[in-house]
Nanobody, 116 residues
Framework: QVQLVESGGGLVQPGGSLRLSCVAS????????MNWYRQAPGEERELVAS????????TYADSVKGRFTTSRDNAKNTLYLQMNGLKPEDTAVYSC?????????WGQGTQVTVSS
C-alpha cells in the first residue's frame, strides 16, 4: 500500500521556521521525483519545491527561493522541507507528491499557519 505521510506543520510567527517531513512507504522512494505543493483557501495549488530522484537536483518557486530548502534521505524514505523566514502568505496546506512515469502519489497534507 502506497503511503505518503506529512508531519511538522503548525502555527508559527512571521519570521519563524518549520521543518516538514514526508515519510514514504509502499514504493521505491529513491526512484521517484519528489515535490512539495501548497494550497491556500480559495487559491490554486502551487508547486513550491522539487527534488530529483538520484542526483537530488532541487528547484524552487520564486516565492520561496532563498527561504525554503528541500532535501531527501533515500535511506530513510523521507522528504524534507526546511522553511525559514516564514511569511503570512506562506499559510497553506503543504502536501508531498511522488512522481515516476505514470505513477503519481499524494500525501494528505499538513497545515502551516503563519500568524502573529
Amino acid at each position: 500500500q502506497v503511503q505518503l505521510v506529512e508531519s511538522g506543520g503548525g502555527l508559527v510567527q512571521p519570521g519563524g521556521s518549520l521543518r516538514l517531513s514526508c515519510v514514504a512507504s509502499g514504493f521505491t522512494f529513491s526512484n521517484y521525483h519528489m515535490n512539495w505543493y501548497r494550497q491556500a483557501p480559495g487559491e490554486e495549488r502551487e508547486l513550491v519545491a522539487s527534488i530529483t530522484s538520484t542526483a537530488g537536483i532541487t528547484t524552487y518557486a520564486d516565492s520561496v527561493k532563498g527561504r525554503f530548502t528541500t532535501s531527501r534521505d533515500n535511506a530513510k524514505n523521507t522528504l524534507y522541507l526546511q522553511m525559514n523566514g516564514l511569511k503570512p502568505e506562506d499559510t497553506a496546506v503543504y502536501s508531498c507528491n511522488a512522481m515516476r512515469l505514470r505513477n503519481n502519489y499524494w500525501g494528505q497534507g499538513t497545515q502551516v499557519t503563519v500568524s502573529s
